[in-house]
Each structure stands twice: as C-alpha cells, then as structure tokens.
C-alpha cells in the first residue's frame, strides 16, 4: 500500500522489536470496552445491525452439538450448513466472543442473558463429559482419544478424518476466554482452566514431533489463547502449551526473515502468528516478537490490496502477480482481516507506530465495515474482480467462518480508538464515541462526521485538573504537514511527530478544554503492490468504488447450501470494466468531487468509454447490492489500442470455458475440496509453479454438482512432464478411465478430457462422484484442477 508511507514509519517500530526495546519499557494498553461507548455514526450503526443478527439466533439451537457430545437431551434441532455437516460447534464458540463483546461495548442487558445462558448449558456439558471436555465435534470423544494414544493423521483442513477439529475448538476457548476476561464471567473461567487441563493431560504422552504433525491440520489461535490464559493465572503450564502448539513449519522462515507464504492457505497462517506474538509478550521473546512483525510486514505491504484484505480463494498468491486476485470471484476473505487486525493490535501497543494504525484505519472502514449488509447478513469473499459482487449470510441459514468472525467484527469497535500508559492518552481513530477512564477521573467525547467531514473535535471532562499528554496520530494520508490542530480554540504549533508519528500535546488539563483536529483528505491513484497496471481511488483513509449495475445478483442472499457464500451469478468480461486512460501522475487529479458531504466524485475525463463519463465513485463501505468496482484496468493513451485487444484476447478464452463450466474444483485448496466433500486414503495436497494440486498413493475423492444434468465431460488438469503414475478414474463408480502418464507431455500445465459414459448420461444425475485411485504400487498425477463441463 503505497499511499501508507509503511516503509518509514515501519522501521522504527520494526528496530524497537528487533532490538528488545520495546520490553524494556511498559507497553500501551487497550481501555476496556465496556469504557468506550460509540456515538451515532456508521459504526454504532453496524454495531447495532449486528446485535440485531445474533439475538436473532437461537442459542439452544447452538448448543445442539455440545449437549449431544454430552450425551446431554437437547433442546433444539440443529442448526444446518457448516453446524451440522462436520464443523459443528464453531459458531457456538465464535458467539460466546461475540455476545461478550457486544455485552461490554453496549451494556445491553439482553445480550448478557444470552452470554449466561450458554455459559450455564456449557457447563453442564463439561459436567457430563467428566475431565474436563467440552466439545461439539461429531465423534469427538473417540477421535480425541485416538490422538492422545498416538494415532495421528493429520491433513490441512482434517485430524483423524474431522474437519478442522482443532481449529473447532479454538473458537470455543477463545469464546469462554471472552466471556470471562471482557464480560467478566467467573464461570467461564472455571471451564476454561478446566478445558486447558483437559488439553494438557491430551498431548502428555505425545512427542513435540507428534504434536507437530497433528498441527500440520488447521487450529486456529490455540497458540495464542494458551498464552492469554498464562498471562492470566500466572500458570506456565499454559505457557509451555502454547509454545508446543506453534506450528514451526511457519515460525521458522519468519524468525529468519524469510518470506515463504505462498500458496499457503492464509487464514490458517495468521492466527498462528498472533499466537506467536502473544507468546513474545508473554516471555518477553524479542525473537519471535521479530517474525510476527516480519509476518505482518510482508502481508501487508507486498500481499494486500487497497481495503487492506488479501488472499485470492483463500490462499496466499504471489506477491509478484496480482491477476488471480483480479480475475477470481474468491477475493479477499473476511477473517483474514479480522485476524490481522488483531495482530495489529498486539504490535501497535508494544510499538506504538501510526503506521500500524494507518493500516488499521484503512481494514477497518473498508474491508470490515463493508463487510455486513446494512440490514444484516455477513460476507464471506470480498471479490476484486470488477463488476462482480458480494454475497451475504441469512441468520437461520449461514453459519462460515465469516459469520462467525463476523458476529465479533462490529461489536468491538471501540477497542483501539483510544489507548494509554500510566499517565497519557493515545486518540487512534477518528471515529464519535466517548471515553471514561474511570481511574483518572477523566471524561473524554469526541464528536465527528469524520469521513463525512475533515475534523474532530475531542472535549475533555475532568473531576481536577491534571497534567498529562494527549497523542495525536498524525495520519499518513495528511501530507505537506497540512494537519492543524487548536486548543481552545487557539492554534497548537505542531512541531514534526516523532519517530511514530504521534503529535504530543503535554499540558495541564481541565474540564471543558477543547481539542479540535483540522484533518484534510486528498485523493490518491494506489496501484497493486505487483506494480500491475490496475489502479483503486483512496480519499484520506476511504476506498472508493464505482457501484455499476444490479443484474444476475445470483444468491445475492446466500441460502444454507455449502456453496452458498460464493458469488456464483455470471462473470462480466474484464475487457468491459472501465477503463482508466491518462498520465499516471495525473490519474487523481481526474477525480472531481460531486457531493464532498456524503462523499461522492465523477471522472468525466477519465474512462475510455463513453458510457461511464457520468460514473460516480463513493466510499466502498457504503456499496450494497449491487455489482462493483475498485480496481480499474489502467493504461497511457499510447497503449490503448494494444490493451484492449490483449485483454480481449485473454478474456475470451477465460469467458468461454466459463460459459461451458458445470462445476470445478481447484484441488489440494482447503475450502473448494470442502465443499465438494471431499474424501481420501494416503492422500497429501501441495503446490507446483503456485498452482494447487492433489495426489495419492491411495485415492481421493469429490462430489461435484452436476444442476440440470448439463455435464457431459471431466475436464482435468496435469502438469504435461509428471511421469511413473498410473491410475484409475471414476464417475459414480464407473470406471471412465485409466490413465498412464510417462512425462511424454510438454513443459506446461495441460487439460485432459474424458467423455462421460451413456450409462451416466442417461441417469441424468444431479451429482456426480470422482474418484481417483492409483495402481497397485503407483501414484496418481498431480491433479490441480477438476472440471465438469456441458
């Protein structure tokens, strides 16, 4: 993110972690959030929309995979999608966080009943288990018992053939760790020490070395909460926990600066790290401090894009080319945001940098506030891919990930707008909201339409006079030094910041003084970090984007079927998003404001087609609904020509196997092969030349939709040289065909298509079961990609 300024001001947040300094002193801290309450605006509005959404949720229905783990009666019928087809639980534990964060933030006694009332049948369930497990897991109690005797096989989104037990119950130890350190519920506390014992007692007789394979499977931030509940009872039990549950295939590049992510599944990567950073807190670890402010160094300024969101399909794609991320509709997902955010949070109060708030401004606005739709529901992928669209969760019928991180995103606003030490306060963001720092006797509101206006105004209230310092981040987006700041009314000189761009105004303060912010925002053309030639808007902290039409929204309102959080309506061809023609230096200057109080700009002059001459661009938090863009293809007049036909070209090609396409799998990525039930015996996923793939010396499996009974070929891609493998397709049990590959191919990936037997054909079936199984001794390819196509 070049507009960030992140190199300068990174480095003296970045020297202070590498050298210890930064223990050598007392970090910042939050204030709780049950000190902050937010002022009308689009957060309390989003905050509000949320709590409406989970306490339109049943909690009985919730409970459901706990009680019957239990061997407990429930109450309720199960909730469907991902509670009941294999990652039962999870949200159950993502709406202990939530309602605790809501509960703190708002006060809002009905949320806290719900928050009691789960933590109450919770603890039944613990009861009933008997050491200590709790746990909604399907068959949980036998698999558990299976990986404490030794008996591991771990896969990246499977343990023992679960999905993701590990990172399954990470949400609920996050959960009861929420409830008990931000909602104050002794209870949960108790079963929380309860469940980490039961997980002690899991890995005692397991070699570091088993407990490394088992954490070769997806689980979440267990790192980080076993450190949590060390720092919070003083046991180091915990502490040795979470540092056997650091994965140190991904710590080790990281502690050596090196920058391995590619094609890794991000969202299993980042919550890794903050473990690791929390655990440097914890022990006062300058080494591993380093690699999460390396980790995140990396992710942010070579791998995201301009809402501060990154991965394509989930994974991790080459820092050096952006095109998957343009040409997906997977884009960015929104627990990666989430998860970065909290690992902003944890280096900007150890170091406090405004570089680290300047990206936790821009995720904030633009990736997590866009990310619920103003009537409710939750998206899953953010596509960047122009013209394409967003897809929201119902309440009865989606429970991804992205609920789940989702029902906490906007209940936890308030917790970064304002830290401190001992003595001073740091004003982080300019978003309305009040503070009571109770134990200083001080009272501070700041009042804002910030964006919707360049300026704060903070006004203290004090119960005596008392001399400290306010700081004042100095954002990046304000630039030529053009930040005024008054108090009192009267001009403060504002001297250069220090090394981490904070303004520190140390006075003697009493009730009434009067702080006020001027805070320009300008527009800034911000290319991809790949240097491609795509270019997004960004207007001070605000992304914007061009809202262009309503049509084919297909599952706009995603049902509870598992594909349902994917955007599956037609692609729009790339050749006909608008095109942004002129001299890059000036390519912001085209930018003409239309309405500068809601926030809103035209380019007349700026796109080649004629028909986007009244184009309006407005803040891209503010964009529902509709079809989409942010990222405009970009080139000089002298080029124009030459580029419209290339990408017409490409296009083309990429349109019309679209339009064929029944169904695909991009295999050996966690959530496609999930949601195409996937299923296997020695079987390993990896990637070759950043593409995905899977194979087996046993078999796999996946069950692709064939709607309307349309397939009537298997379309499946190799890598042309692989030689020595030899195996059998099937289709519903057919055998279709038997291949041999003796690396007699070109140098290239290369599809090969298989013509669907009469036989299937005439069964018209609506689903259709591949299966590859290799040869007594042999291996099947490498398969990257399976297609059904018409």
């Given at each position: 993110m070049s507009s960030f300024m992140i190199r300068k001001r990174l480095a003296y947040a970045f020297l202070l972690l590498l050298t210890g300094t930064t223990y050598a002193r007392q970090p910042l801290q939050t204030f709780p959030l049950s000190d902050v309450?937010?002022?009308?605006?689009p957060f309390k509005a989003a905050q509000q929309t949320d709590m409406n959404y989970m306490l339109s949720l049943e909690p009985d229905r919730l409970l459901v995979p706990?009680?019957?783990e239990a061997g407990l009666p429930v109450k309720a019928a199960s909730y469907g999608n991902w509670e009941n087809t294999g990652l039962d639980g999870h949200i159950g534990g993502h709406y202990l966080s939530a309602l605790s964060l809501m509960y703190a933030s708002t006060g809002e006694e009905r949320v806290k009943q719900r928050l009691d009332y789960m933590i109450d049948q919770l603890a039944l369930c613990q009861q009933a288990n008997g050491d200590g497990y709790i746990g909604g897991i399907p068959g949980g109690k036998a698999m558990w018992k299976d990986v404490a005797a030794g008996k591991i096989d771990?896969?990246?989104?499977?343990?023992?053939?679960?999905?993701?037990?590990?990172?399954n119950i990470h949400k609920l130890y996050a959960g009861l760790y929420d409830a008990w350190m931000v909602a104050g519920n002794q209870k949960a506390r108790l079963l929380l020490v309860n469940l980490c014992n039961w997980c002690v007692q899991l890995v005692s007789g397991l070699s570091d070395a088993q407990v490394q394979q088992m954490l070769r499977s997806e689980h979440g931030g267990l790192n980080e909460t076993f450190a949590d509940v060390a720092a919070a009872t003083g046991n180091q039990q915990y502490l040795e926990l979470a540092r056997r549950f650091s994965d140190r295939r991904i710590l080790d590049p990281l502690v050596q600066q090196k920058d391995a992510l590619t094609g890794l599944h991000a969202n299993t990567q980042i919550p890794k790290v903050i473990g690791y950073k929390r655990i440097a807190e914890v022990a006062h670890d300058t080494t591993w401090a380093s690699a999460a402010a390396f980790f995140w160094n990396t992710v942010v300024q070579?791998?995201?894009v301009s809402i501060g969101g990154n991965s394509v399909r989930e994974h991790f794609h080459p820092s050096n080319d952006f095109s998957s991320m343009l040409e997906?509709?997977?884009?960015?997902?929104?627990?990666?945001s989430?998860?970065?955010?909290?690992?902003?949070?944890?280096?900007?109060?150890t170091a406090p940098s405004a570089a680290y708030m300047d990206y936790y401004e821009r995720t904030l606005y633009n990736h997590i506030l866009s990310s619920q739709r103003p009537t409710g529901g939750f998206v899953y992928f953010t596509p960047m891919r122009p013209q394409h669209y967003r897809v929201y969760s119902q309440p009865q019928d989606g429970f991804w990930c992205c609920v789940g991180s989702g029902l906490e995103n906007h209940g936890k606003y308030g917790e970064l707008i304002y830290a401190h030490n001992t003595t001073d306060v740091y004003i982080n963001l300019f978003i309305p909201s009040v503070l009571t720092w109770k134990e200083k006797g001080l009272k501070l509101s700041q009042q804002t339409r910030f964006p919707y206006e360049?300026?704060?105004s903070i006004q203290l209230e004090l119960k005596k006079p008392a001399r400290f310092a306010i700081r004042l981040r100095q954002p990046s987006w304000i630039t030529n030094h053009q930040l005024k700041v008054l108090v009192n009314g009267k001009p403060f000189p504002v001297a250069a910041p220090d090394a981490s761009s904070y303004i520190t105004i140390s006075r003697l303060w009493k009730s009434g003084d009067v702080i006020t912010l001027q805070l320009p925002m300008h527009t800034e053309a911000e290319f991809l970090p790949d240097s491609s030639q795509w270019v997004s808007f960004v207007h001070g902290p605000v992304v914007l984007a061009a809202a262009t039409d309503t049509t084919r929204l297909d599952g706009l309102l995603a049902d509870g079927s598992r594909m349902g959080h994917i955007a599956a309506g037609p692609l729009i061809p790339l050749e006909e998003a608008p095109l942004a023609v002129g001299n890059q230096a000036q390519l912001a200057a085209a930018i003409k404001t239309d309405q500068l109080n809601n926030l809103t700009f035209k380019a007349p002059g700026l796109f080649d087609q004629s028909k986007y001459s009244q184009l309006t661009l407005q803040p891209f938090f503010t964009v529902h609904n509709s079809r989409y863009v942010i990222y405009f293809p970009y080139t000089?007049?002298?080029n124009l020509g030459q580029l419209k036909q290339a990408m017409a070209d490409k296009e083309k090609a990429r349109m019309a196997l679209e339009a064929i396409t029944v169904d695909l799998v991009h295999c050996g990525e966690q959530q496609p092969e999930s949601d195409h039930q996937f299923k296997g015996e020695r079987t390993e996923s990896g990637s070759f030349r950043e593409e995905h793939f899977r194979n087996a010396k046993g078999w796999f499996s996946y069950v692709l939709r064939n709607e309307g009974a349309l397939a009537k070929k298997l379309r499946v891609k190799y890598y042309g040289r692989e030689r020595n493998r030899q195996f059998d397709i099937y289709v519903n049990d057919i055998l279709l065909s038997t291949v041999k590959l003796e690396g007699e191919g070109r140098d290239a990936f290369t599809d090969a298509d298989y013509a669907l037997p009469e036989s299937l054909l005439a069964h018209a079936a609506t689903s259709i079961t591949v299966k590859f199984v290799a040869k007594e001794g042999a291996a099947t390819a490498n398969i990257f990609e399976v297609r059904l196509l018409k």
């Open positions: 309450r937010l002022l009308e605006g706990f009680l019957r771990a896969g990246a989104f499977s343990l023992n053939n679960k999905w993701v037990p590990l990172y070579h791998r995201s997906s509709r997977e884009g960015p997902e929104t627990c990666n989430y998860n970065m955010l909290k690992l902003t949070k944890h280096l900007f109060l360049e300026k704060s000089k007049p002298e």
